[in-house]
């Protein structure tokens, strides 16, 4: 008897890991269906859901930077960018946005860097390439 009770247990607690691991890619694509209809208050609460269960999802950290972007709030944004970059140093969108937003900072001396580090990692976004290097050349001289 005890060893269909702890049968039984296992199998229990695997189907509510189940579940739940079920319930936290829900969180994300909620995330994304109220992001693309540019509801971001709704986004921003599923996506910050969404890392409270899976802390490492960069997907997550990105869109919450957009949505920090979209309410101009620089300070978070550049927070949920560093994470991005921490946890995958080679997202390419993340570093494009951190450039811009050094650029918009003023910081042209880590743009410089970033955008080194972007032209080596860049495979679907190095056609803006070119125009980050204009870019920081053109500000700085400003």
Do not use: R, W
């Not at 702890?6 to 969180?27: P, V």
């Not at 580090?117 to 920081?136: A, H, P, Q, R």
């Amino acid at each position: 008897m005890k060893k269909y009770f702890k049968y039984f247990l296992s199998i229990f607690f695997c189907s509510l890991a189940l579940k739940s691991y079920s319930a936290n890619l829900d969180y994300f694509n909620q995330g994304m269906k109220f992001f693309n209809q540019n509801d971001y208050k709704e986004a921003k609460y599923y996506f910050e859901k969404d890392i409270v269960f899976n802390t490492k999802n960069e997907k997550s950290y990105l869109h919450l930077s957009k949505i920090s972007a979209f309410n101009k709030d620089n300070n978070q944004q550049k927070n949920y960018l560093d994470t991005v970059l921490v946890l995958n140093p080679k997202n390419e969108e993340a570093l494009y946005l951190k450039i811009l937003l050094n650029i918009e900072e003023g910081d042209f001396k880590k743009a410089q860097e970033s955008n080194l580090v972007f032209s080596k990692v860049c495979k679907e976004l190095c056609s803006k390439k070119n125009d980050l290097s204009k870019m920081i050349i053109i500000d700085k001289k400003q």
